[in-house]
Every structure is written in C-alpha cells, then in structure tokens.
C-alpha cells in the first residue's frame, strides 16, 4: 500500500512504525511500534487489516503553545522596516490602530489556522494584543473562532499588555474580567520598570481572584541587565500563586554571567513555572544589526533548565508580521530549527515531547496518546532523525480521529484584498 493512502474505516493497524520512546513511557530513543486503529480511536491488540509502514516515524498531533494567532499574516501591508524589534513594536501599534477590526482579525486568524491543521496541529495557544479597545474587538472573534475549530483544534488564548498597564483600579481589570468571562489566561510583557515587583503582585492577585493562570513574555532582549523571569520567580514564591505560570522567551538568560543565570533558573525551578522557547523568532530579532553579523541565537538556556526539572516546550510565536517574518505554523518546521539552533541533538532523548505532551501538560490541554484515545498522528516519510530533519516532510501524512486529513494550504491570496490600502 502507498504510504500516503492509508485506511478511512475499519479497524487496522499500522505496524513497524517508529516512535520517540520519551513519548511511549520508555528510554529509549525510537522504539518500534504497532497502532492499531478503530473507530477513529487507538485500540489495543493487534488487527486482521495491518500495513507495513516500513519503519517510518509517527508523532502525536502538536501542540503549539505560544502563537499570535491576532497579529499574523499583517506583514505585507506592514513590514518591519530594519528587522529590529523595536521596528516590529511601531509596524503592529500603527497596523493595529488603522486595521484590526472583527473581521480582519477573524480572516487572518481562520487562515493561520488552516495552515495549523494542514500540518498536524491539534492545540494552540495564542496571544491577543489587549490593550483597549482592541480587546473588546479581538476577544469576542476569538471566541467565534474556538467554537468554530472546536474538534479540530483546540484554543486557548491569552491576554497580551505591558506590565505597566497593570493594575487593579485601570482598565486592565476590564480585561482581566474579559479574560475570565472568555475561559481565558492573563498574560502580560514584563520588561523593566521601576515598580516591576509591585505590579507583579498586583497581577498575581488579580489573577487568584479569578482562578486564573498566567502567561508572560519576558526578557525578549539580548541586555544582560534585565532580570524580569527573577522578578516573577520571586513575585510567584512571594504571593504564593499556586496556579500554573509560563514564561516565554527568557533571552536575556544566554547573556548573563554564569552565576547569575543559575540562581535565577534555581527560583524558576522552586516556584514551578514552566518556560517556552521560540527560537525562530528569537533569532531573527535578537542581536539584529545594521552591518554586523549577530553574535548569539536568542535562545534561552533550554538545557541548564531541563536538568532543574523545568519543564520547556518549544513554539512557533510569531507568523509573517512584524516580529517575524517567516513561518507558517508549522510545528515540524519548528522542531527541526530548535533541535538546530538549541542543539538537542546528541543530547537527553526527551526533547520530542518538548512540542506535544510537553505543552499540553502545561496548558492543559487533552492528552492525545494511548488506548482509548483520539488517533491523532502524523506520520512520516523517514525512518530517523536526519531523515526527518534532512527534508521539510511536504509528504507527511495526518491522522485526526484515525482518518487521513487533507492537507492542501490555503493560497495567499486569499488574504489580497485585506492587504490594500484602507
């Protein structure tokens, strides 16, 4: 049987595949497996219908826990003009302003989408730019589009605005309602500013009032001086927030010294918060310079906290807009860069549950592996990890609820009219 047809009913099994061992319970690295499928779910036993898959590796579905669903596909009708973040920063305030209405918001974010569930997405995390009144635009597309997608994808957002609009008597306790209302997670830039530690505290209360849990951007810069993941390690073991806290990106960490990394990344690892590393579009933005190669990736020091028992996912951020001018929500794509950039390779065997059980267990989301269970896979054309990196796996096949999805991409320009001039 051709690889890329495989059964659409009946009970079958999928025999001489091969799967990462951190994600089968063992330890080794690609363990050789048999899944037998039926009814659209993973069944014990073996089937009287078995293909030979000939040694090819399969994954669960991805989970993508760190994206920007509101902001992507703007850039080109607003490119960012050196590359630089400050750059990205003005392009999305000024786009934002002049463009994000409920139906531009939705159309982009229905393509992204698509192109989510094309490559074997099953869950996504996304970021809403939430300053007013842009959140009482974006939300409510938001929770059109997670019922919309509710069986294929599965959505959670997060609200996204600068520490220092936070406080309990300013417009972010609106927001911070509309989140709650929306089953959503408070999130908010931490950067540098005078009263950090206070705001921080305001934050985490706000966020307990509402048994909520917290998603941050933090220290999204390559100067060694800023210490914002401290201060929300401190601020977490301060308040004794005991809901789930992320913190995404954590740059600045592969600048500074030695020393003072470490006994940050020990009160990351007391105050049980979680990190997602998104080294693509890290490494476009960081150490960006006219005339001067970049000196560093932007990746954050994924290892030093592996080995503290912090859990790290990796993500997608950013999708052809200011921050990023690449992607497609592509989780393979992101998993063959990290391994690159972050050099997983030749070192712990765990790294693929980094981009599926990983950041479901962060977020929350459904587990998708075992008897019982939704067969939700993506299965490809290569029998080890060169193979599988070697190539972008365009000939990859996706399982959801044991049947062949189709995996064409929406065209581009779809999205033509939306680009010109208001």
């Not at 009482?136 to 509710?150: D, H, K, L, N, Q």
């Not at 001018?325 to 712990?348: K, N, P, Q, W």
Request: charged fraction near 25%.
């Amino acid at each position: 049987m051709d690889f890329a047809t495989l059964p659409r009913d009946g009970r079958f099994s999928l025999a001489n595949l091969r799967m990462p061992g951190c994600l089968l319970g063992a330890s080794g690295d690609l363990e050789r497996v048999s899944i037998t499928i039926e009814a659209g779910r993973i069944a014990e036993g073996p089937a009287a219908q078995t293909i030979d898959m000939g040694g090819r590796i399969a994954m669960p579905a991805f989970v993508d826990m760190h994206t920007h669903l509101d902001k992507g596909h703007i850039w080109p009708r607003a490119a960012n003009p050196d590359g630089s973040f400050a750059g990205a920063l003005e392009a999305v305030t000024r786009d934002r302003a002049a463009r994000w209405r409920a139906e531009d918001v939705r159309r982009r974010m229905d393509f992204a989408l698509r192109c989510a569930w094309a490559h074997g997405t099953r869950a996504i995390r996304t970021h809403i730019d939430s300053i007013p009144p842009q959140d009482e635009i974006s939300w409510p597309v938001f929770r059109e589009m997670r019922e919309e997608w509710r069986g294929r994808i599965a959505l959670q957002a997060c609200c996204l605005v600068p520490i220092d609009q936070v406080a309990e008597d300013g417009p972010f306790a609106h927001t911070a309602d509309l989140v709650a209302r929306s089953g959503g997670v408070p999130g908010a830039v931490a950067y540098p500013v005078p009263d950090l530690d206070r705001r921080l505290d305001v934050f985490f209360r706000m966020a307990a009032r509402r048994g909520l849990a917290a998603d941050f951007h933090v220290d999204e810069t390559g100067d060694p001086g800023a210490a914002g993941l401290r201060a929300i390690a401190q601020a977490v073991l301060r308040t004794g927030f005991d809901a789930p806290v992320v913190a995404g990106h954590c740059c600045s960490l592969a600048v500074q010294p030695a020393g003072e990394a470490e006994r940050t990344l020990d009160l990351v690892a007391e105050a049980g918060i979680a990190v997602v590393s998104l080294p693509m579009c890290n490494m476009y933005l960081q150490d960006r310079r006219a005339g001067r190669t970049p000196r560093w990736r932007g990746v954050t020091l994924v290892h030093e906290m592996a080995a503290r028992g912090i859990p790290v996912a990796f993500a997608s951020d950013n999708t052809r807009d200011p921050f990023y001018a690449y992607g497609d929500l592509d989780m393979v794509e992101v998993m063959r860069e990290a391994t690159r950039i972050a050099h997983l390779d030749h070192s712990a065997e765990d790294w693929p549950a980094s981009f599926s059980r990983v950041p479901a267990d962060i977020c929350g989301f459904d587990a998708c592996q075992g008897p019982g269970g939704p067969a939700d896979l993506v299965i490809f054309n290569a029998r080890s990890w060169t193979e599988l990196f070697a190539r972008p796996q365009a000939d990859r096949v996706v399982l959801r609820a044991g049947r062949q999805i189709d995996r064409r991409l929406p065209d581009y320009s779809e999205l033509d009219d939306l680009m010109e001039a208001p």
